[in-house]
Nanobody, 124 residues
Framework: QVQLVESGGGLVQAGDSLRLSCAAS????????MGWFRQAPGKEREFVAA????????SYADSLKGRFTISRDNANNTVYLQMNNLKPEDTAVYYC?????????????????WGQGTQVTVSS
């Protein structure tokens, strides 16, 4: 089992930045590829970003490239999501997730472990 706990969400204004953190415990963190997803009210959960277990590969939703950056610190069992120039449409609950599978990192069905989520609200 891998336990994931997100933090860093909050209420910000459009144009602000936030950094989300996801702390992992349980099994060896560096064995897992990590992803961030988000779910807005009334919408399906969608892919935001993913990072390989060593941190050398990142992928992003096309609409978020250039504003969001995913990174990880394997020594501290933490994955981050830096979000810049936030927009009202970024308002959602943000979830981190872990998978041992290398494929399908942009698809939530391939992830084995999920955090409880952290709310991000961007006001205009």
């Amino acid at each position: 089992q891998v336990q994931l706990v997100e933090s860093g969400g909050g209420l910000v204004q459009a144009g602000d930045s936030l950094r989300l953190s996801c702390a992992a415990s349980g099994r060896t963190f560096s064995n897992y590829h990590m992803g961030w997803f988000r779910q807005a009210p009334g919408k399906e959960r969608e892919f935001v970003a993913a990072i390989s277990r060593g941190g050398g590969r990142q992928s992003y939703a096309d609409s978020l490239k250039g504003r969001f950056t995913i990174s990880r610190d394997n020594a501290n069992n933490t994955v981050y999501l830096q979000m810049n120039n936030l927009k009202p449409e970024d308002t959602a609950v943000y979830y981190c997730a872990a998978t041992a599978k290398l494929f399908g990192l942009d698809q939530l069905i391939y992830y084995d472990y999920w955090g409880q989520g952290t709310q991000v609200t961007v006001s205009s």
